[in-house]
């Protein structure tokens, strides 16, 4: 219990308003306490920022190793490189063959097939293997009435996503897909 500080008359620990004379009283009242002045919260900051910054000092002091100078290598999946296409020619996808490639263009056919061979071969000089041009109309899989553009052959879907940056160099909405042809 406590006091109202202008009419003495006793209140709740909870109660925000005196019953007797209406006064607001100090303290907590329904919606909790007061909010702590900010200058008040700068010294515990600084000081868990400090603790921290001295426990990642010394979390790299205790795990550092000198360099050895060897250059690391990093696998990152593919597949083996195909075969050495002539200069200039394009990939043909091969008949009843079912795994992944990655879709560099789709062209509607109205546009010719010639704009499709185009394109690929701009593909194949920008060093993207096995580019080629397949009629979507005869592949299971993709939206027919479209020269579809493709690069590589792969077994698995995660084989051709691991070549998925360097078509995108080309194409940036290149994807993978599951061909059967």
Same mark, same amino acid.
């Given at each position: ?25 100090? +303290?907590?009242?329904?919606?909790? #306490?007061? #909010? ?10 600084? =000081? ?9 000092? =010394? ?21 083996? #490189? ?16 079912? +795994? ?10 109205? %546009? +010719? ?21 397949? %009629? ?15 690069? +590589? ?22 994807? #993978? ?5």
């Amino acid at each position: 219990m406590r006091a109202c500080p202008r009419c003495g008359a006793g209140a709740a620990a909870a109660q925000e308003y005196c019953l007797e004379c209406g006064l607001r009283l100090p +303290g907590t009242g329904r919606l909790g #306490p007061a #909010p702590v002045p900010a200058r008040r919260l700068v010294v515990p900051l600084v =000081a868990a920022a400090l603790v921290a910054a001295g426990g990642a000092a =010394a979390a790299i002091g205790v795990t550092w190793e000198p360099s050895s100078g060897e250059r690391v290598l990093t696998a990152l999946g593919g597949s083996l #490189p195909a075969p050495e296409q002539a200069v200039g020619a394009l990939a043909t996808w091969p008949a009843g063959r079912e +795994g992944w490639t990655i879709v560099l263009l789709s062209i509607p056919k109205k %546009d +010719g097939r010639e704009l499709a061979l185009q394109r690929a071969r701009q593909a194949r000089r920008r060093g993207l293997p096995e580019v080629g041009v397949l %009629d979507s109309g005869r592949v299971a899989g993709l939206h027919p009435g479209y020269w579809v553009v493709f690069t +590589g052959a792969y077994a698995t879907e995660p084989e051709a996503t691991s070549e998925l940056r360097r078509a995108r160099g080309f194409a940036r909405t290149a994807s #993978p897909r599951l061909i059967s042809a």
